[in-house]
């Protein structure tokens, strides 16, 4: 199935509003001791990161100004291939700085050439 890059840029928002509403309320210590949040997390930014990948593919025009893209990619790979050596740390510091940003950039994106029918 070919998706459009306003699918792509629609999983990502939805993908990182799902991220922010799994750990409100949450510190770092509480989120890396509670494995169903750290798993969901996990998966979110999993599919941030398959999605930029499609979209650099598709568009590399609008995935160019994604900031960070290559290292957002990369760390999607270090959490499916390197899953025994997941940093839970790590991982809360991209949901609570890197994240925000790339929402930010995405929705200006999405302004930009509109939502469409395409939404799911």
Do not use: C
Request: glycine share 4%; no cysteine.
């Amino acid at each position: 199935m070919h998706h459009d890059a306003r699918a792509y840029l629609w999983d990502i928002l939805k993908a990182s509003v799902a991220i922010q509403e799994f750990i409100a309320g949450l510190d770092a210590h509480s989120y890396a001791n509670n494995e169903i949040v750290h798993s969901a997390v996990e998966r979110k930014f999993e599919i941030i990161g398959e999605a930029l990948n499609q979209l650099s593919k598709t568009r590399p025009d609008l995935a160019s100004r994604i900031p960070d893209i290559a290292a957002i990619i990369a760390f999607r790979n270090v959490l499916i291939h390197g899953y025994a050596s997941i940093e839970h740390q790590r991982v809360w510091r991209t949901a609570e700085t890197s994240l925000p940003i790339l929402r930010a950039t995405v929705s200006a994106l999405m302004d930009e050439i509109g939502q469409g029918q395409n939404d799911h």
